[in-house]
């Protein structure tokens, strides 16, 4: 392999960003260029890329709550749309191959149907690296994106599993006793640490008992991945652990966006078969707007997870390869789908890094969606008349919470979108209450109160504090506002907004660890 190779990825990927697009677009267009300019394949992306999918998977697994898939908005959600749109998308392609457009004239029904199918996916690796970017895969909205697309990614296992002609080996029914392993799951992971056994312990997870064992008996490895997540969801390890896979993760998933690229450059009529399929996305964006909203979750929450899931996904490929082995399909349909993918994610990436101002350009001629009452986790909320708003109740929100209460009491008011968080600390004594101070209608339907005197804004991500603090400057909030970063150029940001006072974490962990230090040595007196 040349190195000058990883050039191509790296230089159109900062072209990209500084155009506004996310990264991969730069990875997706390096891999056409790299085909383009006479590299026909590189072997060597496919493995790193199917790594990069499972580890994905598994990170999913390790943040998921399985209540979230019982909820309506979820496996309805997903079912009706999936339906709804393999019926239209189908009377398109034969609209289209009666109007003699292109490629879609040698298909029949049933290659129409599955076409159609391979089309009703959203792409994983995009929603989840974009979710991901903005820090809000554990908002409602985040979630239920998510959730649709897992159970998407489970019709898509149950048709690659029925499209070998074989059912998995009767082993497979062992694989339900998995469950019975999670108390030695929990003690291994106990006593890895945190380095790099840790590292090493979650790829085992992934390719060992959870990719190698499915793929064993019959199953998609990439089941496995994301079941093995889930069985270590609930260890309070699992987030340090997905932390610590995320560089290994981001990386290998440059080469699943190279090998897109790496399927070879269309002919013409490819091209346009692409770009007719691609005025489907339209149709599959407002299927899902039209009915998240019909199951009564506000209109920004559905807005932001149907831009999220409007787009082609890789999975169309998965299908797709399955069936031109099958000899169900002609192989031109792999490039045609690797066009729409990447066409789909050009499309994707702009309108969900403005899907806020979609939203409030939108918010007015939309509204009549909604259906009353909300969703119980999407419900306005209503403050009272504390004199402290900390917004993210996280370990640092709950640790200046507890920290705070001997000075104003009562008067505190901790602030978090994620349900378990408010149930825990409600439980432990704490005044919290469930709200996303990233979604505007929380600042617009907020009751507006002369009391609060101080706001703490302790979200982990960073963007969540930036917007927060951009909010409180637009509604002219009189009181001081502190808020924590990482890096000098996001306290920089905050500060420019008028954040009264802004903690770096890492600078206030070692002036604590001092502090402490300094009251410990004050109460030793001195041998006599």
Request: glycine share 10%.
């Amino acid at each position: 392999m040349d190195p000058m190779l990883l050039l191509f990825p790296l230089l159109l990927a900062l072209l990209a960003t500084l155009l506004g697009f996310p990264p991969l677009i730069g990875y997706l267009a390096a891999g056409f260029a790299l085909y383009g300019s006479g590299v026909e394949a590189l072997p060597f992306l496919e493995p790193i890329a199917d790594l990069g999918v499972l580890l994905l998977l598994f990170a999913i697994g390790l943040k998921l709550d399985l209540r979230s898939l019982a909820r309506a908005e979820v496996w309805a959600g997903a079912s009706i749309h999936l339906l709804l749109t393999m019926v239209i998308t189908t009377s398109a392609i034969k609209l289209f191959g009666t109007m003699g457009i292109a490629l879609f004239g040698e298909l029949d029904l049933n290659q129409a149907i599955l076409l159609a199918f391979a089309l009703g996916f959203s792409s994983t690796v995009f929603a989840i690296k974009v979710l991901e970017e903005r820090g809000e895969t554990q908002s409602l909205y985040g979630r239920t994106a998510i959730g649709i697309l897992i159970m998407q990614d489970l019709f898509a296992v149950l048709y690659l599993t029925a499209s070998k002609g074989a059912l998995p080996s009767p082993w497979a029914l062992l694989l339900l006793g998995l469950p019975l392993l999670r108390p030695l799951l929990y003690r291994l992971l106990d006593r890895v640490g945190h380095g790099e056994m840790l590292v090493l312990f979650g790829l085992a997870m992934t390719l060992v008992l959870g990719a190698a064992l499915f793929e064993a008996v019959g199953l998609k490895p990439d089941l496995g991945a994301l079941v093995l997540g889930l069985l270590l969801a609930g260890h309070p390890k699992a987030s340090e652990l997905s932390k610590s896979l995320f560089l290994f993760k981001e990386l290998f998933l440059v080469a699943f966006f190279l090998t897109i690229g790496q399927q070879g450059l269309p002919s013409g009529a490819e091209v346009v078969t692409a770009l007719a399929l691609l005025l489907l996305l339209p149709i599959k964006l407002t299927l899902f707007l039209a009915l998240l909203t019909r199951f009564r979750l506000r209109l920004r929450s559905a807005l932001m997870a149907s831009l999220s899931l409007g787009n082609f996904s890789e999975f169309g490929l998965i299908v797709l390869t399955a069936a031109i082995a099958a000899g169900s399909m002609d192989p031109s349909w792999l490039r045609v789908m690797a066009l729409l993918v990447a066409f789909s994610f050009l499309i994707a990436a702009p309108l969900s890094t403005h899907g806020q101002g979609i939203y409030q350009a939108l918010r007015n001629r939309l509204l009549r969606l909604e259906r009353h009452p909300l969703h119980p986790e999407d419900q306005p909320i209503r403050l009272g008349q504390p004199r402290v708003l900390i917004f993210g109740m996280g370990r640092i929100g709950s640790g200046a919470y507890d920290d705070l209460i001997q000075h104003y009491g009562d008067s505190l008011l901790g602030i978090d979108h994620k349900q378990e968080i408010i149930e825990r600390h409600q439980n432990e004594g704490r005044r919290v209450v469930l709200g996303d101070a990233t979604d505007t209608d929380f600042w617009d339907k907020l009751e507006h109160s002369d009391s609060v005197e101080l706001v703490i804004l302790a979200m982990p991500a960073h963007q969540g504090n930036l917007f927060t603090a951009e909010q409180l400057a637009r509604i002219d909030f009189p009181g001081r506002v502190a808020a924590i970063s990482r890096w000098p150029e996001e306290a920089e940001a905050l500060e420019a907004l008028g954040v009264t006072s802004v903690y770096n974490i890492y600078q206030a962990a070692g002036a604590g660890v001092a502090e402490q230090v300094v009251e410990l040595m004050g109460k030793q007196t001195p041998a006599s």
